[in-house]
Structures are given as C-alpha cells and as structure tokens.
C-alpha cells in the first residue's frame, strides 16, 4: 500500500495526497474493527435507504482529527460532520466519505470505501479511493497521474458499446429521478456486453479508471461521493462529466465518467 509521505511540501500535491493517504488508512482500520463486530453497531436512517452508524462517525472523525493536525486552517467537508458546508473558492479544502457504500458495510458485503478528495482554490488537487475490504489503493494528484496501489493505471480503449461493461448506481435517494432512470436501462441492456451495480460510486470512479468498466453513470451523487474518484478517472485518462454533458464539478450532480472514447454514446444512451 503506498504509504504517506510528509516530506512532501516542494509539490503541494503531493503533499495533499500524502495526508489523505494517511488519513484513509486510519479510517479503514476503525471500519475494520467496527465490521467484526458489525452486529453490535446502532443502525440510524436518514432517509429512504440511507443508513449512518458509529462507525461512519468515528471514521470521519479520525480522518477530521489527522487533517486538522496536518493542515491547520483548512475546510473539512464530511458527509456525517459537515455535509452542509460550501467547498471555498480559495485555499485547502478536503472533501471526505468515511464510508463509501454503507449499506454494503453493515450487510457484510465486502465493497465499501474510504473516499477524500482535496481541492486547492476550488479544484481538485489529490484523490484518495481506499477499498476497505480489500485493501486496494487508487490515488491520483492533478497533473501527476493515477494509481492503483502505487502502479500507474489507465482507462480502457473499448470503442464498441455492444462490448462495453458499464457500472451504475439507482437513484434510491432520489425517487424522482427512478422513472427516468428505469426507461433508459433497455437500451443500455440491448446495447452493451452488461451493467453492474455494486454499490459505491467512489469505487466505481475507481474501477473506470483501472479498466475495470468501460463507464459509468449515477443520476445524482453527493461531493463526497465524488471529489476523489473523478480526479482519479481523469488522470487515468478518462473524462467525467454533467449527464448533459458539461465539466463535472464536485458538487450535488449527475456523473457520467467513461474511457472518454464512449462518452458521447453514453450521454446519449443515458440522456432523457
């Protein structure tokens, strides 16, 4: 696993990618405790399908208290702590889920992550996607690349949507957007080598830019959902946008990411 590096200060980003690595290390091993004694855990719901424990607390909590040692001064945006906080126009800003794929998490089913985004002056600058069951580590920084487990990784160069595998995430939140959702799928089935659904976006940002799919597109996600994983899918190559097709922002929105050679198809195939 890489491992952070504090030595870093010549290339802010680096230095930024260095402090979430820690960061996220730290979060996924409370997750690991937390996950052997998952049958102890109080479940809280904060709306349709959308569940929070303590361990999705005490996560983030680690993660604001290692970020606030290493960085004095700068904004902690965290999908349990502070969801409501607006990301600054100026100056260090870090974008945190503790748990990416909760629900996977308190099922027992090994698919969840550690997701923190940093942006400098509004924009993302480093990118950390750990997968807390399986210890992969997907990292990026602005203009340095992305890696899986400190190898560099790259999109797919599929060109033929009948042979494309795409991942997706349903609008379980967000009920409004279901039947619209739902009256694309047959196209994309009749059209594509096959869709997956594995229940978090932070890993399936990841799993674009390592080749794993080919695309992907949630109708909305959160900031925290996205703020590492799209920086991660560009610096592998990729393009990530709006579903109508503008520069993605981390933000509340709509995602298609893609090898960047399907894109255009994809907007149409996901398009109202």
Known sequence: MEQANTGTTRNPNRALLASAVAAATRAAELLREHAARRHELVIETKGPSDFVSAADR???ASIRALLDERHPGAVVIGEEHSPDTAIPAQGVCFVVDPLDGTTNFLHGFPWFAVSIGALMDGAPAAGVVLNVATGELFTATAGGGARRNGQPIHVTTEATPSRA????????KHPQFIERYVARLPGIFAT???VRRAGSAALDLADVA??????????????????AGLLIVREAGGRVTTPAGDECPVAHTGVVASNGVLHDWLL????P
Do not use: K, N, Q, S
């Open 58 to 60: 005490a996560a983030e």
């Open 268 to 271: 149409d195939a996901v398009r």
């Open 210 to 227: 390592c080749g794993r799919y080919d695309g992907f597109w949630e109708l909305m996600l959160a900031p925290w959902d996205i703020a």
């Open 192 to 194: 594509t080598a096959g």
């Open 165 to 172: 595998l795409l991942g997706t995430g349903f609008p379980f």
